[in-house]
């Protein structure tokens, strides 16, 4: 009970460190200390962070295969596209709204493939991204291959707001018994149903959250990036989010957002090397799963350091910095 | 306590489980011998709802549970040791304990079974906080079977318990079975160990490909020169 204790407030503390950051880091957006290629950078790891812990819940947690996150992604972005641009209906509604929309997807397609495990799970939930991605292809409502122009609406307290969210109800969701029923699917689904575990519901259930997150990020991506076209979520999308979530460590919601961080810095820093920029990308993860195969964090989780001993304290909160 | 009539069981095309009935009275141990592959554990997972039977009746307590939902059969008072353990490998062993209580609200009644479960198992309280995969093949059994109590079952249901276990742990096992047997649990053994398990049970029945072949208490079957021959490794 006491460690819990601990670990919550570990939690909660490093929670306000990262509110208190992203009011300052506000400040020097006002004051233009930032300009628009770190503010831009900011935006597309904060986006990164939700669509690699809403993964993380699926397969982290719940250890379900899944290689269709892109697909969620896109339905939010083209969902809250159309309520903003074509319903005229303010930017809020339309995040809500696009979670809502990635969710139902994530229920249709999770009711009927979360029977399937391992290999065949991932075949299908690939399948269903690239449907999702044809879908948006052939709909002239939405613009078809030429995409929609979206309004850059994304603000960063709307985006700090959301990652906020997104984290404290992601850990929540891990830290109650839903969250243990669905660690207990990863650990061993036979022995998770023999304990009496509804082991399809708590797969779906996992599934539909993890979606209706990834559908909030596709609304801030959407709103961030000026055009969405289905080209962007095609399923090398999904394998982006996938390494994300397999870099930081299965399992750790840290190690997610940690990954989707170093990952996005790295990735925006190497675009102006436009020709060497994949080569040297996929160089840094060959090497990291060389030689940390269970990611960087492992299973471990960052409020583990908190416990560990000030300097490992410090030096992780540098990371947290860009969290905000 | 459990009835079961004339199920059918298919894995698809095949036919695993052919018209098989068996009885467990409350308080008993009964245990089921056979080969590998004979249908032990398709029959021990169609009590627990894992399989569907085709046709037939399984009635426990009176009330008709085939083809129910695992969760539903583990609130009946029905829990399953699986074979070859099964622990939750990553979590520790008092994770895993409240892993076997989960379809349990009553927080008292759960604290009593976590001691009751550490004074059946010693092991298990020294090493609480260990990850259950660095356990031995031994503790693993241990805490599978602990994880079964913790639903407070009537009727538990032992899949192979001395898989792959030193014969000195078999024993230990063995012992403390009959120890769970006596605070009241009825208790269903699946074993290829046919020696040790008639040596506990009350009851036994022999399963060979799919069909019962043979029932009767423990002490006639382990006189019969055929099973015996088959199964005991006697002359």
Redesign the interface.
Same mark, same amino acid.
């Given at each position: 009970m006491a460690k819990t204790l601990k670990n919550a407030k570990g939690f909660w503390g490093t929670i306000v460190i990262v509110i208190v950051l992203s009011v300052v880091i506000q400040f020097l957006i006002n004051g233009g200390t930032l300009n628009s290629f770190y503010v831009n950078t900011l935006f597309s790891i904060g986006i990164n962070i939700i669509l690699a812990v809403s993964l993380h819940l699926i397969i982290g947690i719940t250890g379900q295969f899944s290689i269709g996150h892109a697909g969620f992604l896109a339905v939010g972005a083209y969902v809250s596209a159309i309520f903003t641009m074509k319903l005229a209906m303010p930017f809020p509604v339309a995040i809500v709204a696009a979670g809502l929309a990635a969710a139902v997807a994530g229920l249709i397609i999770g009711i009927p493939t979360l029977r399937l495990r391992g290999d065949y799970l991932a075949i299908a939930t690939l399948g269903f991204g690239e449907i999702v991605r044809i879908a948006f292809l052939n709909i002239d409502y939405v613009g078809g291959a030429s995409g929609m122009t979206v309004s850059h609406l994304i603000t960063w307290p709307i985006l700090v707001a959301c990652v906020i969210i997104t984290i404290v109800v992601i850990v929540n969701f891990t830290n109650s @018994?839903h969250g243990? =029923?669905c660690?207990?699917i990863r650990? /061993?689904e !036979?022995? =998770?149903? =023999?304990? +009496? !575990? /509804?082991t399809t519901f708590y797969k779906v259930m996992a599934f539909a959250i993890g979606a209706f997150f990834a559908g909030v990020a596709g609304a801030l991506h959407a709103h961030n990036f000026y055009i969405i076209q289905p080209v962007n979520f095609g399923f090398l999308k999904s394998f982006d989010i996938l390494i994300l979530v397999v870099l930081g460590g299965l +399992?750790s919601m840290s190690g997610s957002v940690i990954a989707a961080i170093l990952l996005t810095i790295i990735s925006t820093f190497l675009s102006s090397y436009p020709e060497v920029r994949m080569v040297i990308y996929s160089l840094v993860l060959i090497v990291m799963m060389l030689f940390r195969p269970q990611g960087l964090m492992g @299973?471990k989780e960052i409020t583990a350091f908190f416990k560990a001993g000030r300097t490992a304290k410090g030096g992780m909160q540098d990371d947290k910095h860009t969290v905000a | 306590m459990l009835k079961i009539n004339d199920i059918n069981v298919y894995y698809g095309n095949i036919h695993a489980l052919k018209g098989v009935s068996l009885d467990i009275n409350a308080g008993e141990i009964v245990t089921l011998i056979g080969a590998n592959g004979a249908g032990k554990s398709t029959l021990l997972k169609t009590i627990s709802g894992l399989l569907k039977p085709k046709t037939g009746e399984i009635l426990f307590e009176n009330e008709h549970v085939a083809g129910k939902v695992p969760q539903l059969i583990v609130k009946r008072g029905i829990s399953q040791v699986p074979e070859g353990r099964r622990v939750f490998a990553n979590m520790s062993v008092e994770e895993n304990l409240e892993l076997g209580a989960f379809l349990r609200k009553d927080k008292k009644g759960i604290q009593e079974d976590f001691d009751k479960v550490f004074q059946l198992f010693p092991r298990l309280l020294e090493r609480r906080k260990q990850q259950s995969g660095t356990l031995s093949g031994g503790e693993q059994q241990m805490l599978a079977m602990g994880r079964a109590l913790m639903a407070r079952p009537r009727l538990l249901l032992l899949d192979e318990p001395s898989m792959g276990l030193a014969p000195l742990l078999v024993k230990t096992i063995f012992r403390i079975i009959e120890e769970i047997n006596q605070t009241g649990t009825t208790i269903l053994l699946v074993e290829q160990n046919a020696n040790m398990a008639l040596s506990i049970a009350n009851r036994a029945y022999v399963i060979e490909t799919g069909k019962i072949v043979a029932s009767g208490t423990a002490a006639e079957l382990g006189q019969s020169d055929q099973i015996r021959k088959a199964y005991l490794g006697g002359h």
């Open positions: @018994t243990r =029923a660690l207990a650990e /061993n !036979i022995a =998770a149903d =023999a304990m +009496g !575990i /509804n +399992g @299973t | -």
